[in-house]
């Protein structure tokens, strides 16, 4: 029934005002209180309220009318309550600590050296700003997300961020995952490094060979990709690299983005090793390129990379043996 506000002069308090009369019900004393005047909102939660004041951050138990800790260093604006953790500005820093006892749990660094202002979290993501930025924070890994060259009041509506500035310029940043179309390639016959090596990739109308978009990826060491897409409906996905033939994944339904979907599609495939000249097929053509290229390896005459198929560093008996493996097959149009 009460309604909280920390005010200090000579000395402050934490006031417990009654809604209905305005008669101040209670108080808590803060003992640690500096002087000069101070006013600043309470942030409540699980029967405490959090006040930065004189750069401290207090928890003030509320129950048992004391203070529950304390921290003092460089805080300065609003805490925000999420759980078990409050968050607050310690000066250059952005410091999530326990609510129950104000142990640190884990900090980020301000790159400019300052930050100020309001903060936002979210279920993943805290929002901070300098006089100058405003960056977004990952709550698990700790890490700057990303960063706009905007800052001021923030507020987060229906999945857009807002950013108001002092100049009375209004910001929205969309906040909503971008749809992407995502999977893995296994590279068929290749023992080599998988990180970095490119794959095109084609999105088709179903049952054409006309590409709608075209993307060349390169794969991390599982051979995971992802790119942007804004398609909607069902397609064909084409994947190609280097000496592997062509593989068309049919009838893959990308999804628009919705309130809880983020949109996009899946789309995987296996790839057949031995297409040494590029040709999309298997044949007497390659026999051909590795025959020249048998023997060699990096930095020798007639080394053809393409001819390495198992990524060894050298074209010997086992490309030979990929290449025979896969005789006379094709790749898909």
Aim: aromatic share 10%; charged share 15%; net charge negative.
């Amino acid at each position: 029934n009460e309604a909280y506000a920390y005010i200090g002069y000579t000395t402050a308090s934490l006031y417990a005002v009654n809604r209905v009369s305005g008669v101040i019900d209670f108080q808590i004393p803060d003992t640690n209180y500096a002087g000069g005047y101070e006013s600043g909102a309470v942030t409540l939660s699980g029967g405490s309220g959090y006040v930065i004041s004189g750069n401290r951050l207090i928890a003030f138990d509320i129950p048992h009318r004391t203070i529950g800790w304390q921290v003092a260093d460089a805080f300065q604006g609003q805490p925000v309550v999420v759980g078990d953790t409050v968050y607050a500005i310690d000066g250059s820093s952005f410091r999530a600590v326990s609510a129950g006892n104000g142990a640190l749990r884990w900090s980020w660094p301000s790159p400019s050296g300052s930050l100020s202002g309001t903060i936002i979290v979210t279920n993943n993501v805290a929002f901070v700003g300098d006089p100058t930025t405003t960056y977004a924070i990952d709550l698990s890994t700790h890490a700057l997300v990303w960063s706009i060259p905007v800052a001021g009041q923030m507020a987060v509506i229906d999945g857009r961020l807002y950013i108001g500035d002092s100049k009375g310029t209004l910001t929205c940043v969309d906040l909503a995952p971008v749809p992407q179309l995502a999977g893995s390639v296994s590279l068929g016959d290749f023992g080599g490094q998988v990180a970095g090596r490119q794959v095109s990739v084609e999105v088709r109308n179903p049952g054409s060979t006309v590409p709608l978009d075209s993307y060349v990826v390169a794969l991390d060491a599982a051979g995971h990709y992802s790119v942007n897409t804004g398609r909607v409906g069902t397609f064909d996905v084409a994947f190609r690299s280097s000496h592997w033939l062509r593989k068309v994944v049919k009838n893959v339904v990308f999804s628009g983005r919705g309130p809880v979907d983020p949109g996009g599609a899946s789309a995987s495939a296996t790839l057949i090793n031995g297409d040494i000249n590029g040709d999309n097929s298997v044949s007497l053509a390659d026999f051909a390129e590795l025959k020249i290229a048998y023997g060699t390896s990096v930095g020798i005459p007639n080394w053809n990379p393409n001819a390495d198929l198992n990524g060894d560093g050298g074209v010997g008996l086992a490309d030979f043996g990929i290449l025979k493996s896969h005789y006379g097959e094709q790749g898909d149009r």
